[in-house]
């Protein structure tokens, strides 16, 4: 069968013999391959660790990208429904309908005569139901502003506190959403749908 060199000591115990030039491990060998092994060890560690930090980075930033579409179509929604007055062919906003217009906060009546408002505070998107101090809903969390900015019925920039609100034609609405080192800014345009 097979023939190992082995050799007889005390009371027919066998122990195999050593060929010739067959050695064992030195101390200094052993070393050097667990330290090798350790270096190796921490290359892959680091590339994991690293892959495990790109999937958590994509995984906020899809979030916020998520959670900023949700609240924009809502908002988008809401703001398209601004009230008008009608006036001979025409229908534009007065101080009933848009009752507070600043650059960071919007308050209106919609066409069912609901009072609504949006703005951003302690980290998030609110939606005001109803005009007075009724609890808000949170559209999104993780906002860090929402600025508003108004078009006039030509394209120019409508100038809050300087121009009246019946010449607001067109709403624009952006948004900065920020989670850790992510940061995602969206922006839309509205134009309300009674405006004519």
């Known amino acids: 069968m097979f023939n190992f060199p082995v ?3 005390n009371g027919g115990v066998y122990q195999l013999k050593k060929a010739a030039g067959q050695g064992g491990f030195t101390l200094l060998e052993l070393i050097v391959g667990i330290v090798l092994m350790g270096i190796i060890a921490s290359i892959v560690v680091t590339v994991l660790f690293q892959g495990v930090q790109a999937v958590g980075t994509l995984d906020t930033r899809n979030n916020l990208k998520t959670n900023g579409t949700l609240a924009f179509e809502r908002l988008s929604r809401e703001l398209r429904l601004v009230r008008c007055t009608t006036v001979g062919l025409t229908c534009a906003p007065q101080v009933a309908d848009i009752t507070n217009l600043t650059a960071t906060e919007l308050r209106f009546n919609n066409v069912f005569n609901e009072g609504k408002g949006l703005r951003a505070a302690t980290g998030n998107l609110l939606l005001r139901q109803g005009s007075g101090a009724e609890p808000e809903d949170v559209l999104t969390p993780d906002t860090t502003s929402l600025v508003f900015d108004f078009l006039k019925r030509d394209g120019t920039a409508f100038v809050i506190g300087t ?12 948004i900065t959403l920020v989670n850790g080192n992510e940061t995602v800014v969206m922006k839309s345009t509205v134009h309300p749908r009674s405006f004519r």
């Open 7 to 9: 050799k007889k000591i």
């Open 163 to 174: 121009d009246t609100v019946d010449l607001v034609w067109t709403i624009n609405a952006t």
